[in-house]
């Protein structure tokens, strides 16, 4: 069973009530659905843990719909649904002023790369000139010299470039679109940064999935996509150079490399793209939880600061299998700590895990937000 095929089935799973009958014997209720939408980015890693977490505590379900970050942002400003997953941080100027209270989860960072279909060219070099060269369509040859003057080693078609890009508002565009406008003046002028942008050039693709069925199915074109949906269908991926010069290919150990050495213990929109750091991937981002504290029933609130306390925690185990960067220890427990203050600001119940645990004759192996060591800055 291919890897998509096993999200296929995660997500069956996940609609099927778990043993209703526990469900009453520890809250006395029908189990909550708590429902989601948001970025493609992390669905593959975010539709493994709603599996997982539903196995430890069977009185919740997930509804999660990979419609894209810009879509779910709008629904949890609607609120039409209980969380959003975005790869691009909410701006102030939509919550400032306004009775939201939006908090920002980083939960894992990953790698936004760019993939082609060129026959026999495994390796492929590119600067942040002819990267913004090429997707505003001022590069349009694969034998361009600009292109060959990176990759002597490569002999190079006379074959048109063809862009692929997001045609849905997108977190994967704003990571990629934030890392061009750093590094190209002419590309922040003509096409800016955001999860929609003023495309110059190219073909509209719904989703990271999307995006790779183009690539696959298009000789000569390009694309940028999520590291786990290019390693998937096997394409051969960028060395893009960095700000020490390096050319570095997307990679766990280089993703993580991008993190800076300190965190704000109350801020966690963080960005990853361009960093200084030595042997950092360029076109690296985090991506979040997002919650509307003000419009959450208490009741949901509550289960969703217990799944995330334990995403954060265990569930950090499953990004490297599924090719995401786990959070760095120290902004993990500044994370937790901000998901306990809102559990004692709104009054929620503490934890009764322990206690579903003796009842069912399992011992929790999970780390809560109250029994780890915070460090305030």
Not at 78 to 104: C, K, M, N, Q
Not at 244 to 253: C, I, L
Not at 278 to 307: D, H, M, Q, V
């Amino acid at each position: 069973m291919s890897f998509f095929q096993k999200l296929t089935f995660f997500l069956g799973v996940l609609t099927i009530p778990y043993l209703l009958g526990m469900s009453g014997l520890f809250f006395g209720h029908s189990p909550p659905i708590l429902n989601g939408a948001g970025g493609s980015f992390p669905y593959p890693l975010y539709s493994k843990w709603y599996f997982e977490y539903t196995k430890i505590d069977p009185s919740i379900r997930f509804n999660y719909q990979p419609i894209g970050s810009g879509g779910g942002i709008h629904q949890l400003l609607s609120h039409t649904i209980d969380f959003a997953g975005s790869d691009s941080p909410i701006p102030d100027s939509l919550i400032t002023g306004s009775s939201r209270e939006v908090i920002h989860i980083p939960t894992v960072a990953g790698a936004v790369v760019i993939a082609y279909n060129v026959a026999n060219i495994p390796l492929l070099n590119l600067d942040k000139e002819t990267i913004s060269g090429i997707f505003l369509g001022e590069i349009t040859r694969w034998n361009d010299p600009r292109i060959v003057s990176l990759n002597p080693q490569a002999t190079l078609p006379d074959l048109p470039i063809v862009v692929i890009h997001r045609s849905d508002g997108s977190g994967t565009t704003y990571i990629f679109t934030e890392y061009l406008s750093k590094i190209s003046q002419r590309w922040a002028i003509l096409a800016g940064k955001g999860t929609s942008v003023r495309w110059q050039i190219g073909i509209g693709a719904k989703g990271n999935a999307g995006v790779a069925a183009a690539i696959k199915t298009i000789n000569g074109s390009i694309g940028y996509i999520e590291l786990a949906y290019a390693l998937q269908n096997g394409f051969p991926m960028a060395a893009i150079q960095n700000q020490t010069g390096q050319y570095v290919a997307p990679s766990m150990d280089s993703v993580t490399k991008a993190f800076p050495r300190s965190f704000d213990h109350k801020d966690f929109r963080i960005s990853l793209t361009d960093s200084a750091e030595e042997g950092a991937y360029p076109i690296a981002g985090l991506t979040w939880i997002l919650l509307n504290i003000n419009s959450t029933p208490p009741l949901r609130l509550e289960c969703l600061i217990k799944f995330l306390s334990w995403a954060l925690t265990d569930g950090q185990t499953y990004a490297l299998p599924m090719d995401y960067a786990p959070l760095p220890s120290s902004l993990r427990q500044n994370v937790l700590h901000l998901l306990e203050e809102v559990r004692r600001k709104n009054s929620l119940s503490a934890f009764p895990w322990n206690q579903q645990w003796l009842l069912l004759g399992k011992k929790s192996k999970i780390s809560f937000p109250n029994q780890v060591i915070f460090k305030n800055k």
